[in-house]
């Protein structure tokens, strides 16, 4: 039940702070969304009562620096693309998968998130341990899975 509430209350602020919306309607609609949010899912942000999340929360934090420079980077590198005059010879669009060695739900997640929101790649699915990836460029795949696994891996895959 304290997982549920805390899930409650932190997509609550979470919601306050993004939808800047104060008035009744919005707000109860925003209550409503966050209790049935915090209801079927609670145990996504907390898995296991007994175990300390506070190491998991502390991984994903400190990925998260490596995580904005690849996006900065991946977005240089689609801008690059998109602005060059023989665009069409640049782009080579195509899908690929790979195995992960990734052993934990929340970390394959993170790493299919992460995939997506840099540009130029796209998670398309997630079966067992292998990932399907959309690339624009060959260049866009060949990083993966690299380090961004072995930043999630030392993030998330927590003993």
């Known amino acids: 039940m304290k997982t549920k509430?805390?899930?409650f209350i932190i997509m609550l602020i979470f919601?306050?702070?993004m939808?800047?919306?104060?008035?009744?309607?919005?707000?109860?609609?925003?209550?409503?969304?966050?209790?049935?949010?915090?209801?079927?899912?609670?145990?996504?942000?907390?898995?296991?009562?007994?175990k300390p999340w506070?190491?998991?929360?502390?991984?994903?934090?400190?990925?998260?620096?490596?995580?904005?420079?690849?996006i900065i980077l991946a977005?240089?590198?689609?801008?690059y693309i998109v602005l060059h005059p023989r665009m069409l010879e640049k782009i080579d669009p195509h899908l690929f998968r790979f195995e992960t060695s990734l052993k934990r739900?929340?970390?394959?997640?993170?790493?299919?998130?992460?995939?997506?929101l840099t540009p130029g790649t796209i998670t398309v699915n997630i079966h067992d341990n292998q990932i399907a990836v959309y690339a624009l460029t060959k260049e866009a795949a060949a990083g993966l899975p690299g380090e961004m696994e072995r930043q999630v891996a030392k993030a998330l895959e927590i003993d």
């Open 105 to 116: 739900p929340i970390s394959k997640v993170a790493m299919a998130q992460s995939i997506t």
């Open 19 to 50: 939808s800047g919306m104060f008035d009744a309607f919005h707000y109860s609609l925003g209550i409503l969304s966050c209790a049935l949010v915090a209801f079927f899912s609670s145990d996504l942000l907390f898995p296991d009562e007994g």
């Open 5 to 7: 509430v805390t899930t």
């Open 54 to 70: 506070i190491k998991e929360l502390f991984g994903m934090i400190c990925y998260l620096p490596y995580l904005m420079w690849q």
């Open 15 to 17: 919601w306050t702070i």
């Open 75 to 79: 977005n240089l590198q689609v801008t």
